[in-house]
C-alpha cells in the first residue's frame, strides 16, 4: 500500500505529469470552441462528444491521483481551495441534466479552462492577489463612486441646460463622467461646455437652441481636467498600487509554500532514513544473538568432548 502511495505522490509531483494536464486543458478550451459552430457540431458531433468524454475522465484520474497521493488522508486534498474549484467543475459535468440546462453544463465544460490557474503557478499568483486585494478594492471604489456622485450633482446643475444629452439628469452624468474618466472623447464633453453647444458638437441637435447655449469657458475646463486629473490619474491608480501590493502577499505566500513542501520533504526523508537504519539495527542485534547462541552451541560441545577424553585437557 505505501509503494502505491509513493507511486500516486511521484506522479502527482512530476513535471510531466502537470504539463500533460495543461495540454489536455488547452485541449479542452479548443474543443469547447469548435463545438460554437453548427457545422462541426452536426458533422462531428459524436466524434466530439466522445473526446469531451475522455477529457472529464482524465480531469477524473487527477483528482484520483492527487487524493490518492495523501496516502491514509485523502481529505487533505480539499484542504487546498484551488483542488475544491477543479473538484467541483468535474463534478458539475456528471450532474444529470436535462436539456433545459445544457447551457449550464456548456458553462461548467468552458470553465474546465479556468483550471490553467492551479496548473499555473503565475497565474495562481495573479489570481490570488485580485482575491486578497478585495476588501482594499471596494473601499477604493466607494471612494470613486463618492468622488463620482459629487461632480455628477454639480454637472446636473451646471451643464444640464447647455448639454443635455451628457448631463440631463444624474445617471447620465454620472455616465458621462465615467466616459471622461476612461479618456474616451472627454476632450469632446469639455469643449461642447466650454464653448457652448451651438458653438461645438450640437449642430442639427434639436435640444441646443441660441437660448439654452451657454459657453461656461475656463471654468468648464477646470471641473473637467480635475475630474480628469483625481479620478484617472490618481484614485484609478490606488487600483493597480493595491493589486501589485496583492501580488507581493501572494508570491511570498506561494515561496512559503514551497518551502513548507520541501520541509515536509526533507522530513519524510530523514523518517525514512531513520526507519532504514532501525531496520538494519535490528537485523544486526538477531544476528548478534544467533552468533551468541552459536558461541555457546560450540562451548558445550567442547566441554563434552573434554569430559569423555576425546580432547587433550592441555
Not at 509503494?3 to 479542452?28: E, H, Q, R, T, Y
Not at 449642430?203 to 451657454?214: D, L, V
Request: hydrophobic residues 50%.
Amino acid at each position: 500500500m505505501s509503494s502505491l502511495v509513493a507511486f500516486l505522490k511521484s506522479v502527482a509531483d512530476a513535471p510531466w505529469f502537470s504539463n500533460f494536464i495543461i495540454g489536455v486543458i488547452l485541449f479542452a478550451g479548443v474543443l469547447v470552441g469548435v463545438q460554437t459552430y453548427p457545422a462541426a457540431v452536426e458533422h462531428y458531433g459524436d466524434a466530439l462528444h466522445f473526446t469531451d468524454q475522455i477529457i472529464l475522465w482524465i480531469f477524473v484520474a487527477e483528482i484520483v491521483v492527487k487524493m490518492g497521493a495523501e496516502g491514509s488522508r485523502p481529505w487533505r486534498y480539499f484542504l487546498d481551495p484551488w483542488n475544491i474549484f477543479d473538484f467541483l467543475i468535474v463534478a458539475v459535468c456528471f450532474m444529470p441534466l436535462d436539456a433545459q440546462y445544457v447551457t449550464v453544463l456548456r458553462l461548467a465544460r468552458l470553465m474546465r479552462v479556468l483550471k490553467l490557474v492551479n496548473a499555473l503557478p503565475e497565474l495562481r499568483i495573479i489570481v490570488s492577489a485580485l482575491l486578497k486585494s478585495i476588501p482594499s478594492m471596494f473601499y477604493i471604489s466607494l471612494l470613486l463612486f463618492i468622488f463620482f456622485y459629487l461632480y455628477a450633482v454639480l454637472a446636473v446643475f451646471t451643464f444640464s441646460t447647455n448639454d443635455p444629452v451628457h448631463f440631463d439628469t444624474l445617471q447620465k452624468a454620472m455616465l458621462s463622467l465615467f466616459r471622461v474618466a476612461t479618456l474616451e472623447d472627454w476632450t469632446d464633453i469639455m469643449y461642447i461646455n466650454m464653448y457652448g453647444c451651438i458653438n461645438y458638437g450640437y449642430q442639427g441637435i434639436a435640444s441646443c437652441t441660441p437660448e439654452t447655449s451657454h459657453a461656461f469657458g475656463w471654468g468648464a475646463a477646470i471641473f473637467f481636467s480635475s475630474f480628469v486629473l483625481v479620478a484617472t490619474m490618481v484614485i484609478l491608480n490606488l487600483f493597480i498600487g493595491v493589486i501589485m501590493n496583492g501580488m507581493d502577499e501572494a508570491r511570498e505566500e506561494m515561496k512559503a509554500e514551497i518551502r513548507a513542501l520541501n520541509q515536509d520533504d526533507v522530513d519524510s526523508g530523514e523518517a525514512s532514513h531513520t526507519e532504514v537504519l532501525t531496520l538494519r539495527l535490528t537485523e544486526l542485534a538477531e544476528q548478534m544473538l544467533t552468533l551468541k547462541g552459536d558461541l555457546e552451541t560450540w562451548h558445550k560441545e567442547m566441554e563434552r568432548r573434554r569430559k569423555n577424553g576425546e580432547i587433550n585437557p592441555s
